[in-house]
Nanobody, 126 residues
Framework: QVQLVESGGGSVQAGGSLRLSCAAS????????MGWFRQAPGKEREGVAA??????YYADSVKGRFTISRDGLKNTLYLQMTSLKSEDSAMYYC?????????????????????WGQGTQVTVSS
């Protein structure tokens, strides 16, 4: 199982930006399905964005504001967040589906992801 470590979280004012990183312990193919998820207190974990084979998918709540990308040479997944809102406050997790391509309606389906990081906290102040 690939090990994932998130970083880049912190506190920011509404309207600000933040860039999250997720470092993988081993090689992660560009076609692997990898994604970002978040969980706020009292709420279920939800999908934010995913990337696989150069294609991306975003939750409606973050479209136009967040951008997911990856650097294969660094085995790192990124989430660039802009125009942050208070409702974006949550623990953010990166996850991977090793040797699997995102497809169909499973891009942000939690049960399909097998490797998870420990999370990085994002707090947006109004």
């Amino acid at each position: 199982q690939v090990q994932l470590v998130e970083s880049g979280g912190g506190s920011v004012q509404a309207g600000g930006s933040l860039r999250l990183s997720c470092a993988a312990s081993e090689y992660t193919s560009s076609w692997w399905c990898m994604g970002w998820f978040r969980q706020a207190p009292g709420k279920e974990r939800e999908g934010v964005a995913a990337i696989s084979a150069g294609y991306t998918y975003y939750a409606d709540s973050v479209k136009g504001r967040f951008t997911i990308s990856r650097d294969g040479l660094k085995n790192t997944l990124y989430l660039q967040m802009t125009s942050l809102k208070s409702e974006d406050s949550a623990m953010y997790y990166c996850a991977a589906r090793p040797n699997t391509i995102c497809r169909g309606d499973s891009w942000l389906r939690l049960s399909d992801y097998k490797s998870w990081g420990q999370g990085t906290q994002v707090t947006v102040s109004s």
